[in-house]
């Protein structure tokens, strides 16, 4: 409702409730000066009547009484006029003009002396008087229209100039300011609170300009600022993500993409832990962290595309103005390949260093054992020997064999004999071993599927490298032991590496083992089932040949082996 409306509102209730209440007043004042009037005009004729009727009354001429009450009930304000005796019988009785309304009643008493001799009731018409008090209320009626209207106009004319106006300069003022004009004054010359008013509303737009001015360069600066920060974020290589106090991330960065998999409108709004799915939010948050930063805290992250990825991350707190936390950033960096490498070095010097152990002893052992061995041999064609020396020489002679074949196996790992290096066809190598293994694949009902792609030729050993694909098969067909699946199948990477990836069905390898398979003389295998050193003359050749060699086992499910080696150079090249 408006400012007008409101005034006239109050002042039309103001205007009413006073009228109505000088209406009643002047009409209950009338009414009792009418009826005192009535009553004195019902004495003066009772009195008067009451002269002229003793006589009669005395000598009971009613005829004469009679006559003087239809005398007095022409007038047309009386109802009714009887003269009654002391003893209740009416003498005489006359009826005026009827009023439905209300009536009035006068009683004069008529007397001799102190000797009562009767009384005269007179009823009085009150149509006067209602007839008076409906004009009175329809002249207040006309009263409160007239002076309402007038105090409407009144009130128009002095809330448009005092108060209307005013408000709407203000008004118009204020949009303005709302509408970012900032130089717009207020010219109200009163010494009244408007006045007042628009002074303060000058000095508040002069501020304000002021102000805004301020805030517009200020603006600028943190624009510029943010380009500044989100160009290096972007720009950065590492990971980086902002979450809110509850975790939810807010911010993520095109690195974040790269090494996660996802994309910043899949993960804006959802959880750290929901995103990632490993304990790199508990671990690496500031927010768990008294101290309020990590730094180069190593974990895990799983990708979108569910691969398990070694990251460094660091994250600190971020404190509003008022020192109140209102989140955190996180980077991460991905570390999985710096591990392996560092993995790899470890293992290729821990290699070395048993390689070269490995050579010397096996040289120094490898002479005795084939003299026990070659004198065992001799003194069995000994004929005179009984059954408990043959016996005893004979297993002198497998113990020695066995020896030997661990001996082997270390002269074997030392690798003492550069590979002989020629261009070579990997499916090929692959086939001859299937051919190899044959016989016990299908002695262990075992299905073998490949998937041998045209990939181009590689430079290597063959023996060797049909050694390492011999070892790693066989292993995945001793992993099933019956009625399972292995999957070899090789590809072109886009680096010029040649990939065979040779997947089984088996128990797989559980996960505090994984690492240790390429330890020289580390076997999950029973007691007297493998000297331990297979896999890590495998890892030797591969490396030898400046390839990869790799292993991913989810226990219970199964096992891969994913071997790369550098492609021959074209034939043409």
Do not use: W
């Amino acid at each position: 409702m408006s400012l007008k409306k409101e005034f006239y509102k109050r002042i039309s209730l103001i205007v009413i409730v006073s009228t109505l209440l000088v209406s009643v007043v002047s009409i209950k004042v009338q009414r009792n000066i009418l009826l005192k009037d009535m009553k004195d005009k019902g004495d003066s004729i009772a009195r008067t009547l009451s002269v002229v009727v003793k006589d009669s009354m005395l000598t009971h001429d009613y005829v004469t009484m009679e006559r003087y009450v239809r005398e007095v009930v022409n007038d047309r304000g009386i109802e009714h006029l009887k003269i009654v005796r002391e003893d209740g019988e009416v003498m005489a009785e006359a009826k005026g003009t009827q009023y439905d309304g209300k009536s009035y009643n006068v009683a004069y008493p008529v007397k001799i002396g102190d000797a009562l001799l009767g009384n005269i009731q007179m009823t009085f018409s009150m149509e006067r008087v209602d007839i008076i008090s409906k004009r009175i209320i329809m002249f207040a009626l006309v009263f409160i229209a007239l002076l309402h209207g007038i105090a409407l106009v009144a009130n128009n004319i002095i809330i448009d100039r005092l108060v209307i106006k005013p408000v709407n300069v203000l008004l118009t003022a204020t949009k303005k300011i709302k509408g970012g004009y900032l130089k717009n004054r207020i010219e109200i010359k009163s010494a009244n609170e408007f006045g007042v008013l628009a002074s303060a509303f000058n000095e508040m737009a002069i501020t304000l300009e002021s102000n805004f001015k301020e805030i517009k360069e200020r603006q600028k600066e943190v624009v510029t600022e943010k380009v500044k920060l989100e160009t290096i974020v972007r720009s950065i290589a590492d990971g980086v993500f902002v979450s809110n106090s509850d975790g939810i991330i807010i911010s993520f960065n095109r690195a974040a993409e790269e090494i996660s998999g996802y994309r910043e409108k899949d993960v804006i709004g959802l959880h750290c832990e929901d995103v990632f799915k490993t304990k790199l939010c508990e671990e690496a948050c500031a927010l768990h962290n008294e101290e309020g930063i990590v730094r180069n805290k190593e974990t895990e992250i799983i990708t979108k595309d569910g691969r398990r990825l070694m990251v460094s991350a660091s994250s600190a707190i971020l404190k509003d103005s008022d020192g109140r936390t209102i989140g955190g950033v996180q980077t991460f960096r991905d570390i999985t390949a710096e591990k392996q490498r560092q993995a790899m070095l470890c293992q290729t010097e821990k290699l070395a260093a048993i390689g070269h152990l490995s050579a010397g002893l096996a040289h120094e052992i490898n002479n005795p054992i084939g003299n026990i061995v070659g004198y065992a041999k001799m003194l069995l064609k000994d004929s005179s020997l009984n059954g408990k020396q043959r016996e005893r020489l004979e297993i002198i002679a497998e113990q020695a064999e066995k020896a030997g074949n661990i001996v082997q196996g270390l002269l074997n790992y030392s690798r003492q004999q550069e590979p002989k290096m020629e261009r070579v066809s990997m499916n090929a190598i692959i086939n001859s071993v299937i051919r190899l293994l044959s016989p016990q694949i299908e002695k262990n009902n075992i299905t073998i599927i490949t998937d041998l792609k045209d990939v181009p030729d590689i430079k290597a050993d063959p023996r060797q490298i049909e050694q390492v694909l011999f070892n790693i098969v066989l292993n995945a067909v001793q992993a099933i032991i019956s009625n399972g699946t292995v999957n070899i199948r090789t590809s072109e990477t886009g680096d010029g590496f040649v990939e065979v990836r040779i997947e089984d069905t088996g128990h797989g390898i559980p996960e505090e083992y994984v690492h240790k398979i390429f330890d020289p003389f580390f076997t999950t295998k029973p007691v007297n089932k493998g000297t331990g050193l297979g896999l890590s003359v495998c890892m030797g050749i591969i490396k030898e040949h400046n390839g990869f060699i790799d292993v991913k086992s989810e226990y219970g499910k199964g096992t891969a082996f994913i071997i790369k080696l550098p492609a021959a150079e074209s034939k043409n090249a």
